[in-house]
């Protein structure tokens, strides 16, 4: 036998009786990633819990709950949630659209979306009542129910009509307390 010289022959000589692993027969899974955190949700949270815990209720300023149905706000809390609301500085965590339905099927829908959001803990929603533009009269019969019963809930901090970008009097943005 002669003696090989270079490396590679060196080689083959190391592995001439090396037979191939059979496959295994399984497949090898990639692991789940895990499911996307909602900071910027929770972050909101946490800010307007900081905000309502902080700002000084003004029990001796004027009345909160507004006449006209554009906002509500709950006797004791600053008029400056008004203003956030309107300009949608927390997000909007939820939505139902009432279209289409009867006011005692909105009221109904209302009422069960808002003991939802409660029982999920969200703060700030979106109820859509439209603008009465199909209804008898063209009035806006859903809005007046909608509001009226938003009044009415106890867990309703404060509601007010949004910027057109975001429904306009066709809507309303609700914060509820946690």
């Known amino acids: 036998m002669t003696k090989p010289t270079e490396d590679s022959d060196v080689f083959r000589d190391a592995v001439r009786d090396v037979k191939p692993i059979a496959p295994v027969n399984r497949v090898v899974h990639d692991t789940p990633k895990p499911r996307p955190h909602p900071a910027k949700r929770e972050e909101d949270?946490?800010?307007?819990?900081?905000?309502?815990?902080?700002?000084?209720?003004?029990?001796?300023?004027?009345?909160?709950?507004l006449e006209d149905d554009w906002a509500f706000l709950r006797p004791g809390l600053p008029r400056e949630i008004l203003r956030k609301l309107r300009r949608t500085h927390w997000v909007i965590q939820g939505e139902i659209d009432l279209h289409g339905l009867g006011a005692m099927e909105a009221k109904a829908a209302t009422a069960q979306f808002l003991a939802e959001c409660r029982r999920k803990g969200l703060r700030c929603v979106r109820i859509v009542h439209g603008k009465g533009l199909r209804s008898a009269g063209r009035e806006p019969v859903l809005k007046r129910h909608v509001r009226k019963l938003l009044a009415r809930k106890s867990e309703v901090l404060a509601f007010v009509e949004p910027r057109a970008a975001e429904g306009g009097s066709g809507a309303v943005v609700v914060l509820l307390e946690a």
């Not at 800010?47 to 709950?65: G, I, P």
């Open 45 to 65: 949270e946490r800010a307007v819990l900081a905000e309502l815990a902080h700002l000084a209720l003004d029990r001796d300023a004027e009345a909160h709950e």
